[in-house]
Each structure stands twice: as C-alpha cells, then as structure tokens.
C-alpha cells in the first residue's frame, strides 16, 4: 500500500517537473541553445537584415572585442544571432535577455533572441579569456526612431572605419617600437 503511494506521488511530481519546463519554454522562452554544424566559422562580424524587423547577426568574439561592437535593431525585432571565435573560448551574454553562449574555436553557435523593449542591451564576455577579459564588451541600441535599415548601412561604414583605425594603431605602434633604441638586454 505505501508503495502504491510513493508511486503515486512519484509520478505527480514527474508530471510536475514537466509542466514547469513546458512553462519556462513557453513563457519565458528559455531553450536549449544550438550548434551549427554545417556552417564554416566566420572571422568577420556582420548584421543582415533579412525582413522588416528580422534580423540575421554573426558575432565575431575575439580577445578582447566583439565584432560588430555596436548594432542598431528595431523594436520588436527577432534577430538569429551566429557565434564564433578564431582564438580562445568566450562567453557571449546579452544582458536582459536570454541570450548566453560559449564561442568555441571552430564551432559556430547559435540563438534566437526577440528584443521587445527599446534600450541599450550590453553584451559582455562572461567566460575569462585573458588580461583584458574585463573589457570585452560591445553594445546592442535597440530603438524605434533609427530607421533600421539605414542603421544597418550606417553600422557597415562604422565597422570600416573601425577596421582602419585598428590598421592606424598597429603602424604607429609599429614606429615607435622601430623608433626606441634597444637595449642590449633587450629590453625597451
Ligand atoms: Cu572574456
């Protein structure tokens, strides 16, 4: 007889425990996030925008910034977001959403994310990946007034822009180390 019992309570909490992941998949949209199999990784970041308010994003997460760093979306958007790295294993967090990814060397990673409220979402690096860790970070504008698809444009040009003067650091760096005397102990 108490057998019976512990059965049936068993199996209540069983269908319980069901219910509850049936709920947080339906109503706070919590899902088991994917690994693109057939899909080479990408060293370059890039936002397309597929439809009104549908947007395709690649993340580039590299030590220690993610490419693009910043991206203007439309409200109410759903953006499919592509992750992946060509150095070490980063984390990927959107801040206020579900959002929360490793970025593996060699694998691409992927989640859907639906952006409902206007605001500026921060995506951070969660997962130690070096001396300046703490400042890998880039930024999300989620916001009516900006036309989307001009900002998409607009974004393009500023990761140009962006890329060239990442090229302007590394030549100057490049003459002042060819400009420093060496020293014979090698040192600087
Ligand atoms: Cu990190």
Same mark, same amino acid.
């Given at each position: 007889m108490v057998e019976k019992r512990v059965a049936i309570v068993a199996l209540a909490f069983a269908i319980v425990l069901t219910g509850v992941i049936a709920l947080t998949v339906r109503v706070f949209g919590v899902e088991v996030p994917d690994c693109v199999v057939d899909v080479q990784p990408f060293r370059q970041g890039n936002v397309v925008e &597929?439809?009104? &308010?549908r947007y395709e994003i690649h993340y580039v997460a590299r030590m220690w910034k993610f490419d693009p760093p910043e991206i203007t979306l439309a409200p109410r958007s759903i953006a499919d977001i592509y992750l992946s790295t060509p150095d070490v294993v980063h984390g990927t967090q959107i801040v206020g959403t579900n959002f929360n990814l490793m970025a593996v060397p060699g694998a691409v990673n992927y989640a859907r994310v639906k952006f409902d409220k206007e605001g500026d979402y921060l995506v951070v690096c969660?997962?130690?990946?070096?001396?300046?860790h703490h400042n890998m970070a880039a930024v999300i504008h989620v916001s009516e007034k900006a036309a989307a698809h001009r900002n998409v444009r607009m974004h393009r040009l500023s990761l140009g822009g962006r890329q060239q003067a990442d090229r302007h650091d590394i030549q100057r760096t490049l003459r002042q180390h060819a400009r420093a005397p060496r020293r014979i102990d090698g040192r600087r």
């Open positions: &597929k439809a009104p &308010k969660n997962e130690y990946c070096g001396t300046s």
